[in-house]
């Protein structure tokens, strides 16, 4: 809906611009030099016209690749709590093993790996502790 030619160009709208060159440059069609150098030249130019300039050379993003909805649970967290069940099914493994070959069952171990260290993870699910971004990734 351009008025007429020269039509100024607003940080939105330059803020998306740098958001598609971001875009680009994940899915390899840009190197680092070349993302930084027309991000550089998207926040120099005042107009619409020189915008679609930056992109013109790149092929449309589509929209099936917007990103998706964050998991409620950090990628840190759901590392530590897929250990906790492999761990906790080794340690199952190793005592019915134990227990099969003694004829019998024997003093359930396992409980003093898989509770205290469960409990622990339960805790930082629930109550949300840790489920941000550390302060020295955010300052990066």
Known sequence: MDIATGTRASDAERAHVVEQLSRHLAEGRLDLAEYDERT????????????????????????STAPTKPSRFPIWQRIEGSAWFGVG?????????????????????PFWVIVPWGAVLAFRALTGWESTTPKHIRTM
């Open 89 to 109: 099914l080794l340690c199952l493994g190793i005592w019915a093993a134990i227990s099969l070959a003694a004829g019998e069952f024997t003093y359930f171990w």
């Open 40 to 63: 550089a030249q998207v926040y120099a130019t005042p107009t619409r016209e020189a915008l679609a300039v930056v992109l013109s050379d790149l092929p449309k993003l589509s929209k």
